[in-house]
Nanobody, 123 residues
Framework: QVQLVESGGGLVQAGGSLTLSCVAS????????MGWFRQTPGKEREVVAA????????YYPDSMKGRFTISKNNVENTVYLQINVLKPEDTAAYYC????????????????WGQGTQVTVSS
């Protein structure tokens, strides 16, 4: 079982940028597909971005394309989410997820979850 710890959230102004980090331990990180999700109260958790184990191919839902970038560093055992041009609607708890393949991560099935890091965007 892989353990995931997110960091990097905080209070930022609209228009700024933020990079979230997720450090993994207890698993073979290079073999894991990874993803980022976000959730606000009263709303289902939604996928923001995901990557195959090598990090060389990324998935973004159409609604997330343009301002989000996922990257995976298999030396540091860390996956990052860069968010540019932050908007108030980006305010959410952001969660890191790990799974055996991209489909498992994107669908949120058979994955391990981190505890989340809160991003709050002020206008």
């Amino acid at each position: 079982q892989v353990q995931l710890v997110e960091s990097g959230g905080g209070l930022v102004q609209a228009g700024g940028s933020l990079t979230l980090s997720c450090v993994a331990s207890g698993g073979t990180f290079s073999s894991l597909a990874m993803g980022w999700f976000r959730q606000t109260p009263g709303k289902e958790r939604e996928v923001v971005a995901a990557t195959i184990p090598s990090g060389q191919s990324q998935y973004y839902p159409d609604s997330m394309k343009g301002r989000f970038t996922i990257s995976k560093n298999n030396v540091e055992n860390t996956v990052y989410l860069q968010i540019n041009v932050l908007k108030p609607e980006d305010t959410a708890a952001y969660y890191c997820a790990a799974g055996d393949n991209l489909h498992a991560v994107v669908t949120g099935t058979a994955v391990s979850w981190g505890q989340g890091t809160q991003v709050t965007v002020s206008s």
